[in-house]
């Protein structure tokens, strides 16, 4: 099966294999902010987006990165007392919407703290051009920080790991355009394939549920995900902030989302693992925002590893896998034909 006995790729599973350890994220706030908020494309950002919403208290712009990373390595160390490896993430905003050499500063600054091993950078993906890919894939060769070495799973190494996260959110144009992102899908699709040619390890976040879209929109999304060099992918349902814009959309015409209970989102989760690539990690399947963001949640005060746990159990009951459904099962660890009897094209 897939790693830790799991019946899909979690990342975690990722980040032991690949580097013998766990290792964990610290955010961090270097102040950076989006194309559609500032005018460049488009002005008060994505609809159903508060980033105070998500990032913890001691990632703030007001801190230096040095004490960012000191306070975050406190937080997490009090959950994972196990962990020697962190990397720096810039999540909030668009953290490569700057130029170059401020770029090179801000993710220089994080990689020179002693317990920091890489970096893992949240954007846009109009928000990337030549030259800063250029630059990344010269840090993760190597070529960037001389004498930078760090140990990883026993093991030294000289250079920092380095992902790229793209917030894509939905692959349809019409609700890329709704939400105000400012950009279409062929743009998502040329800055992974960029980003993955350069070989960087290439991530990318969506959101289930936004408006317009329904469960089989959601479905199909599948094979263009599939088609995308990605290393990882996150999921997220859509969840209604308090004071956005998404919140006024959804008292307006509730009828325009689809919203789903907890045991239906974990079977509708089931069905996207079934027909996404067996290689692709899950990063992430599900959100989870404080409760003083969310007006209210159809789903009470679960936690994600509560409903990582129901999905194991529902993967189960349901003696499916991650990648089951796809026509072509090569690289599935279970892909002999007498084990998949009920696969089905996706076209």
């Known amino acids: 099966m897939f790693p830790e006995g799991k019946r899909y790729n979690t990342f975690s599973g990722y980040y032991r294999r690949t580097y013998g350890q766990r290792l964990q994220k610290l955010v961090i706030d270097a102040g950076f902010t989006c194309p559609n ?7 008060g950002g994505c609809t159903y987006c508060n980033n105070d919403a998500f990032h913890p208290g001691y990632s703030t712009p007001g801190k230096s990165i040095r004490t960012q990373i000191d306070e975050g390595i406190g937080f997490h160390r009090v959950r994972y007392r ?4 962190y990397l720096a993430y810039f999540q909030p905003y668009s953290n490569t ?3 170059l050499e401020t770029l090179r500063r801000l993710y220089c600054e994080a990689l020179s703290h002693p317990e920091i091993v890489g970096i893992t950078i949240g954007t846009r993906p109009d928000c990337v051009d030549e030259e800063k890919l250029d630059f990344l894939a010269d840090l993760r060769e190597g070529r960037v920080l001389e004498g930078w070495q760090r140990t990883l799973g026993g093991k030294v190494i000289g250079a920092p790991l380095v992902t790229l996260e793209y917030g894509i ?16 899908f062929a743009i998502a699709q040329q800055a992974v394939r960029a980003t993955a040619e350069r070989g960087i390890d290439t991530g990318a976040h969506f959101i289930l549920g936004l408006p317009g879209e329904t469960v089989q929109m959601m479905l199909q999304e599948c094979s263009l995900i599939n088609d995308l060099p990605l290393t990882s992918v996150k999921f997220h349902q859509l969840q209604f902030v308090k004071g956005t814009r998404m919140e006024a959309e959804h008292d307006a015409d509730p009828s325009e989302f689809v919203e789903m209970d907890l045991p239906e ?6 069905d996207m693992l079934e027909r996404l690539r067996p290689d692709l990690w899950i990063e992430r399947i599900a959100g989870e925002m404080p409760p003083r963001f969310v007006r209210s949640s159809r789903w009470g005060l679960v936690r994600n590893f509560e409903i990582l746990r129901m999905l194991d159990r529902r993967l189960e009951e349901r003696d499916t896998w991650q990648g089951r459904l796809l026509d072509d099962m090569a690289g599935c660890p279970m892909a ?12």
């Open 37 to 43: 908020r500032d005018g460049t494309c488009g002005r």
């Open 82 to 85: 196990g962990v020697t490896g």
């Open 97 to 99: 919407y700057a130029p």
């Open 169 to 184: 959110e939905s692959c349809y144009d019409k609700t890329l355009s709704r939400i105000n992102r400012g950009h279409g």
């Open 265 to 270: 989102y974990l079977d509708f989760m089931i």
């Open 336 to 347: 002999p034909d007498d084990c998949c009897p009920d696969r089905q094209s996706l076209q």
